[in-house]
T-cell receptor, first 113, second 119 residues
Framework: QKEVEQDPGPLSVPEGAIVSLNCTYS??????FMWYRQYSRKGPELLMY????GNKEDGRFTAQVDKSSKYISLFIRDSQPSDSATYLC?????????????FGKGTKLSVKP | GAVVSQHPSRVICKSGTSVKIECRSL??????MFWYRQFPKKSLMLMAT?????????EQGVEKDKFLINHASLTLSTLTVTSAHPEDSSFYIC???????????????FGPGTRLLVL
């Protein structure tokens, strides 16, 4: 079993839809969780980061972590064509220099106008 | 804050030549820098991790004599692809992490990537 599982998609939704992106993981030691957005031919851009369980909201984006289920989600409300990109989840067990990130393979999202 | 730049953004070279890619943290000191490789429509593949002033740690299967990494300062790391061949053509992305950044010390900030084409 891979440490981090992420459905690669592609996921296609109409403009304005609510998008749900998910990752599951197997390492119960993971405590730091991040979501990156990568546009085609660009480097990943940090979107959200959370520590341990709970929710975090930033504008149209909400990140959720359920450590009991080893499941994290990113919700995008009122999706826009500009949200079309690949979304990567990432996580680590420790902070600081001891915590290298483990990435999911990324989910490709397409928001149709 | 937390801006990482890469140079060049694109490079085309002949087979057998060497290519150097620079990665700079512009507004923070990077305690650790990472080099990734990404093929079209594929996920990030970590090549190596480097700490300032130390030798890089390479992932399994990555040839350290072919992909030379130097992390001479807290703001600069370089990746040199030696004797490049067409199969080395790829998208190379660096990332960096440092102290006092949003998201904590474990968060990585990525550069825009360098597209290498070896003819």
């Amino acid at each position: 079993q891979k440490e981090v599982e992420q459905d690669p998609g592609p996921l296609s939704v109409p403009e304005g839809a609510i998008v749900s992106l998910n990752c599951t993981y197997s390492n119960s030691a993971f405590q730091y969780f991040m979501w990156y957005r990568q546009y085609s031919r660009k480097g990943p851009e940090l979107l959200m980061y959370t520590y341990s369980s709970g929710n975090k909201e930033d504008g149209r984006f909400t990140a959720q972590v359920d450590k009991s289920s080893k499941y994290i989600s990113l919700f995008i409300r009122d999706s826009q064509p500009s949200d079309s990109a690949t979304y990567l989840c990432a996580m680590s067990a420790l902070g600081g220099s001891q915590g290298n990130l483990i990435f999911g393979k990324g989910t490709k999202l397409s928001v149709k106008p | 804050g937390a801006v990482v730049s890469q140079h060049p953004s694109r490079v085309i070279c002949k087979s057998g030549t060497s290519v150097k890619i620079e990665c700079r943290s512009l507004d923070f000191q990077a305690t650790t820098m990472f080099w990734y490789r990404q093929f079209p429509k594929k996920s990030l593949m970590l090549m190596a991790t480097s700490n300032e002033g130390s030798k890089a740690t390479y992932e399994q299967g990555v040839e350290k004599d072919k992909f030379l990494i130097n992390h001479a300062s807290l703001t600069l790391s370089t990746l040199t692809v030696t004797s490049a061949h067409p199969e080395d053509s790829s998208f190379y992305i660096c990332s960096a992490r440092g102290l006092g950044l949003a998201g904590g010390q474990g968060t990585q900030y990525f550069g825009p990537g360098t597209r290498l084409l070896v003819l």
